[in-house]
């Protein structure tokens, strides 16, 4: 008996993701378009890319996976453009982000693509899900201004906002909901837009996955609310928008002071998570491939 490898739904190539909530089927190059053009009209809501712009995409402490492949679509998304898209890629005194060099070559090959290593004097990595991703706000923002990036895309998807949102409920902390908003945050002049707050983490790993961009993070985040949504979500973890809907319209109604160093709600000054996580400051160098380290960075 012959199996037919299953096909894209678009344009008959083989497929590579099957998309749980629609049932469609897409190959590499579907899916890619399909992200790219998430991400445009996420970013179309707060300005768009304008010509020669440069935006700094961080390989996140939270997902650096997910980062590598919002780097990927947001090149793809701005075709024609000239839009320069930064990856930076974190490091401490003792961890680092660690990009497979399969990847870094593969990305080094964008031909808008730059890759940059950015050092954290970090107290402590942070352990929950909302600080981590705070954390990976403050840095990224920091970065992008020293190498004059106007503008950050951070690899938030869906499902992370959700179980952000749920976490803060979980834990009483109302100030923590303004990471579930679909927002964009302005620190230190740096504008930093969620661009793929509609996409599914789900689509974003297989994006990743497809194109082989792996990299792996020191970070293991806690999530209170993890397992109590993964039983319920199971198989569905695209959930509907209507759910956030829910959680804007609850965080809107707490206007609360921001944090100066991530940009989310705070209780007031620094915010508790950046408090914790204690960063003192960033550096940045452009990556260059070393012959004695493949890894590199
Ligand atoms: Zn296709
Ligand atoms: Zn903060």
Same mark, same amino acid.
């Given at each position: 008996?012959?199996?037919?490898?299953?096909?894209?739904?678009?344009?008959?190539?083989?497929?590579?993701?099957?998309?749980?909530?629609?049932?469609?089927?897409?190959?590499?190059?579907?899916?890619?378009? @399909? &992200? =790219? +053009?998430?991400? %445009?009209?996420?970013?179309? #809501?707060?300005?768009?890319?304008?010509? /020669?712009? $440069?935006? *700094?995409?961080?390989?996140?402490?939270?997902?650096?996976?997910?980062?590598?492949?919002?780097?990927?679509?947001?090149?793809?998304?701005?075709?024609?453009?000239?839009?320069?898209?930064?990856?930076?890629?974190?490091?401490?005194?003792?961890?680092?982000?660690?990009?497979?060099?399969? @990847? &870094? =070559? +593969?990305?080094? %090959?964008?031909?808008?693509? #730059?890759?940059?290593?950015?050092?954290? /004097?970090? $107290?402590? *990595?942070?352990?929950?899900?909302?600080?981590?991703?705070?954390?990976?706000?403050?840095?990224?923002?920091?970065?992008?201004?020293?190498?004059?990036?106007?503008?950050?895309?951070?690899?938030?998807?869906?499902?992370?906002?959700?179980?952000?949102?749920?976490?803060?409920?979980?834990?009483?902390?109302?100030?923590?909901?303004?990471?579930?908003?679909?927002?964009?945050?302005?620190?230190?002049?740096?504008?930093?837009?969620?661009?793929?707050?509609?996409?599914?983490?789900?689509?974003?790993?297989?994006?990743?996955?497809?194109?082989?961009?792996?990299?792996?993070?020191?970070?293991?985040?806690?999530?209170?609310?993890?397992?109590?949504?993964?039983?319920?979500?199971?198989?569905?973890?695209?959930?509907?928008?209507?759910?956030?809907?829910?959680?804007?319209?609850?965080?809107?109604?707490?206007?609360?002071?921001?944090?100066?160093?991530?940009?989310?709600?705070?209780?007031?000054?620094?915010?508790?998570?950046?408090?914790?996580?204690?960063?003192?400051?960033?550096?940045?160098?452009?990556?260059?491939?070393?012959?004695?380290?493949?890894?590199?960075?």
């Amino acid at each position: 008996m012959v199996v037919e490898a299953p096909r894209c739904s678009v344009c008959g190539r083989r497929a590579v993701y099957k998309r749980s909530y629609s049932g469609e089927l897409l190959c590499e190059r579907c899916l890619l378009r @399909s &992200l =790219a +053009r998430s991400v %445009k009209r996420q970013a179309s #809501r707060s300005g768009g890319f304008r010509p /020669r712009m $440069r935006v *700094l995409v961080p390989a996140a402490l939270t997902a650096p996976h997910l980062g590598l492949a919002l780097a990927l679509a947001l090149h793809e998304a701005t075709r024609g453009l000239d839009v320069t898209v930064d990856i930076a890629v974190p490091a401490g005194r003792e961890w680092e982000v660690y990009v497979h060099p399969d @990847s &870094l =070559a +593969r990305l080094m %090959k964008l031909p808008r693509a #730059r890759l940059w290593k950015a050092l954290l /004097r970090l $107290r402590r *990595l942070p352990s929950s899900l909302r600080a981590c991703l705070r954390l990976d706000r403050a840095w990224s923002a920091a970065a992008a201004r020293l190498i004059g990036a106007g503008a950050v895309g951070l690899p938030v998807t869906r499902t992370t906002v959700i179980l952000v949102m749920l976490d803060s409920l979980m834990e009483g902390a109302d100030w923590g909901l303004s990471d579930a908003l679909e927002e964009s945050v302005d620190i230190n002049g740096v504008h930093v837009a969620p661009l793929l707050y509609s996409v599914e983490g789900e689509a974003a790993a297989a994006l990743a996955a497809a194109w082989r961009l792996y990299a792996w993070s020191p970070c293991k985040p806690r999530s209170l609310s993890a397992e109590a949504f993964w039983s319920v979500a199971g198989r569905r973890p695209e959930l509907e928008f209507s759910v956030q809907k829910v959680v804007g319209l609850l965080a809107r109604g707490s206007s609360r002071a921001r944090c100066p160093l991530c940009g989310g709600a705070s209780p007031g000054g620094v915010c508790p998570d950046c408090r914790i996580s204690g960063l003192e400051g960033v550096e940045v160098e452009e990556f260059k491939p070393s012959p004695g380290r493949p890894g590199g960075i």
